[in-house]
């Protein structure tokens, strides 16, 4: 069974730039989360979506990040404009339900210069 | 607020040796408390996670985990590393793992270097 895929792994822009992750969950998988992880930190829960809904989005700067998942299945990340501050990784994942064990995808790792 | 704390930010331990990594949790109904593990480059691992019962979970790769409540801890055991080992671990804390509480907290992280 495939894992978590993400696109792409790396990802290098320059600042103000729009840039797009992508998010493709484990087949069957409800329950999707975007994690944003910093360096020599642990993951920050950014959105989760239950099916099509955005049940938390407290911790998303919604001012520019923005995310979708269409149909409940793929989702995508974006930020427009990109700041040099949001480098980092970004780490999609999925699960069954809310109360199942969540499975993480490699990660996009964004580097803005 | 839920918060996780690792005290060690980077642990050596040769190989063969065995290895305890300290989480301490804080939150004030009963917690449900995970450790992960990120290789370079990878995504994060479930090894194991604690809801209820039994103090000692035991989980992949030979790891173990012990429950405290009194002393608010679930530190990660393994009897004897290998290389492959090395490694960043993990702990993290949820909220609730009811339908729209269900939120991961997850602590700085250990970096584990293991040496022959």
């Known amino acids: 069974e495939a894992g978590v895929v993400q696109s792409p792994r790396y990802k290098i822009i320059e600042k103000k730039q729009p840039v797009a992750f992508w998010c493709n969950p484990i087949?069957?998988?409800?329950?999707l989360y975007w994690y944003l992880q910093n360096l020599g930190q642990g993951p920050e829960l950014l959105i989760r979506?239950?099916?099509?809904?955005?049940?938390?989005d407290s911790q998303l700067p919604k001012d520019r990040f923005s995310a979708e998942r269409l149909k409940g299945v793929d989702s995508t990340l974006k930020i427009q404009p990109a700041e040099l501050g949001d480098s980092a990784v970004y780490l999609c994942?999925?699960?069954?339900?809310?109360?199942?064990?969540?499975?993480f995808g490699q990660g996009t790792r964004l580097t803005v210069v | 607020a839920q918060s996780v704390t690792q005290p060690d930010i980077h642990i050596t331990v040769s190989e063969g040796a065995s290895l305890e990594l300290r989480c301490n949790y804080s939150?004030?109904?009963?917690?449900?408390l995970f450790w992960y593990v990120q290789s370079p480059g990878q995504g994060l691992q479930l090894l194991l996670k604690?809801?209820?019962?039994?103090?000692l979970v035991q989980g992949i790769k030979g790891f173990e985990a012990e429950f405290k409540r009194s002393q608010s801890s679930f530190n990660l055991r393994k009897p004897s590393v290998h290389w492959s080992d090395a490694a960043e671990y993990f702990c993290?804390?949820?909220?609730?793992?009811?339908?729209?509480?269900?939120?991961?907290?997850f602590g700085t992280g250990t970096r584990l270097t293991i040496i022959p």
């Open positions: 994942a999925s699960s069954l339900t809310g109360r199942t064990e969540a499975f």
């Open positions: 087949s069957g998988h409800n329950t």
């Open positions: 979506y239950e099916n099509e809904e955005a049940v938390d």
């Open positions: 939150y004030g109904a009963t917690p449900y």
């Open positions: 604690y809801f209820s019962g039994d103090t």
């Open positions: 993290a804390v949820a909220s609730g793992w009811d339908f729209g509480n269900e939120k991961l907290t």
